[in-house]
């Protein structure tokens, strides 16, 4: 970030990336631990989640009214008008993957309450693993304002929609095999769904840092790999083709 001859709105600019940086880090642990939480049916770690999204919140506010009374004061042009921005559209992103990672934890308390398939917890588990790593990558792309990585991070996000695929696949043959999984399976696929759209935030965020270093949008074909809206689930009797068929 360049220096400008005024300090007070170079120490602006740095309150608003460093606030991005310490929203980041918090967004970052509020994933990591409501998916803890589920994986160990973990209650009290799971409200300690729900408890922190309110300070993520606060800080989003602050943020915004900090940018809003920057742009006011300073009226910035060109790179400094879309860093402000930029932090603006970031802050949203992040507020809202400590909304997705507060709505997985309070979903702890009624998957604990039923037997969860092994395998499918695996895999909800290393969903999370993939998403927290492209939350990481596309954060640090931030702090270096390197769009070239922040691309490669919306790139990657193809593979978090194949997973989530996968795993919403085998979701819908439990719940058909046993009826007594319908309930569980339901909280899980939630689950799932929740960390599928924090990979989502983070393509968001990496085409913000995009912006902001270049100036330029990135092409809206945004790469994407979740099958499920196409998927149909068996019925017995009626002929349906089960989910996943003929692909």
């Known amino acids: 970030m360049d220096e400008h ?11 608003i990336v460093r606030r991005i940086s310490e ?13 803890s939480a589920l994986i160990n049916s973990d209650w009290g770690l799971a409200q300690s989640v729900v408890a922190d999204d309110v ?24 790179q400094d008008l879309r860093e402000i921005v930029g ?16 709505n997985i934890a309070k979903r702890v308390i009624a998957v604990h309450e039923h037997q969860q398939p092994i395998k499918l917890v695996r895999g909800i588990e290393h969903l999370s693993e993939l998403a927290i ?16 990585r922040a691309q490669a991070v919306r790139d990657a996000d193809e ?5 989530y695929t996968s795993i919403f696949r085998e979701l ?19 689950s799932a769904k929740n960390i599928e759209r924090i990979g989502d935030h983070a393509t968001n965020i990496a085409e913000t840092i995009y912006y902001i270093k270049t100036g330029q949008q990135m092409a809206s ?13 068996a019925v017995p009797g009626s002929g349906a083709a089960p989910a996943g068929a003929g692909e």
């Open 5 to 15: 001859i005024v300090s007070s709105y170079d120490d602006e600019l740095k309150f």
């Open 23 to 35: 929203m980041g880090g918090q967004a970052e642990r509020m994933v990591e631990r409501s998916v």
């Open 55 to 78: 300070l993520l919140d606060a800080a989003q506010r602050e943020l915004d009214e900090r940018a809003i009374m920057t742009i006011a004061k300073r009226q910035p042009m060109a």
């Open 87 to 102: 932090a603006i559209r970031i802050s949203n992103d992040l507020e809202r993957i400590g909304d997705l990672g507060k």
């Open 133 to 148: 790593e492209q939350l990481k990558e596309v954060l640090d792309a931030y702090v270096e304002r390197d769009h070239l």
């Open 159 to 163: 593979e978090i929609d194949a997973m």
């Open 172 to 190: 819908l043959t439990y719940m058909m095999e046993d009826p007594r999984n319908i309930s569980a399976c339901t909280h899980l696929l939630f």
């Open 221 to 233: 074909d945004r790469p994407k790999n979740d099958t499920t809206a196409s998927m149909t689930v």
